[in-house]
């Protein structure tokens, strides 16, 4: 059993409220700091970090091929069931997704397939916007899983980005920024 550090108070700190005027000024000192404002999309975009759960994508191998094998593990396990898997075989004799569907409206973004799939084929990763006026779209086909960005391998920053107007919700990171300083992960005060 894990053990938390309590931190016990004598009788004379439960007379005098001294944990109660701790609170107290930690949140006056949050109140008269400077705000800090996410300027997202407009302006800027958060990249998580590597083991962040967002939308889901397929490996591929060097020919291009997906690495799944559609041993249907991963719609199995799935406690939403929301990914459809249809088997078949190619002219090499190898077994491969004919449909790999996953409904994001349905997931929970738990992981489950992640773990389950022998074949380390279908992982979570960075993307996070998958907000859209229609339910139907947020059923993902085999094509756009492989098309889908993978982890972020230097997660944690904020980038400078802008709302694409032309694809739809998401924003799009730019390669040079508009405003310098709009960095707000840099600005959170931060106890020491």
Not at 43 to 57: A, I, L, M, S
Request: aromatic content about 6%; some cysteine; charged content about 30%.
């Amino acid at each position: 059993m894990a053990r938390t550090g309590v931190k016990r108070s004598n009788w004379i700190g439960r007379v005098l409220l001294v944990d109660l005027l701790a609170g107290l000024r930690l949140t006056l000192g949050y109140m008269v700091s400077k705000t800090v404002t996410h300027h997202y999309p407009d302006y800027e975009k958060w990249v998580p970090y590597q083991r962040h759960r967002g939308h889901h994508f397929i490996k591929t191998n060097e020919e291009g091929e997906v690495n799944c094998v559609a041993c249907e593990l991963c719609s199995k396990i799935c406690p939403c069931d929301c990914i459809t898997v249809i088997p078949f075989e190619n002219e090499k004799g190898d077994r491969r997704p004919k449909v790999f569907d996953i409904n994001l409206a349905r997931c929970l973004y738990c992981g489950l397939c992640e773990d389950a799939c022998p074949a380390d084929a279908i992982k979570l990763g960075q993307e996070y916007e998958v907000a859209t006026h229609h339910r139907g779209t947020l059923v993902v086909h085999l094509e756009d899983l492989v098309k889908a960005p993978g982890k972020a391998g230097n997660g944690g920053v904020v980038r400078p980005a802008t709302l694409d107007r032309n694809g739809g919700l998401r924003s799009v990171t730019r390669t040079r920024p508009k405003d310098a300083g709009l960095d707000w992960w840099s600005r959170i005060r931060r106890e020491r």
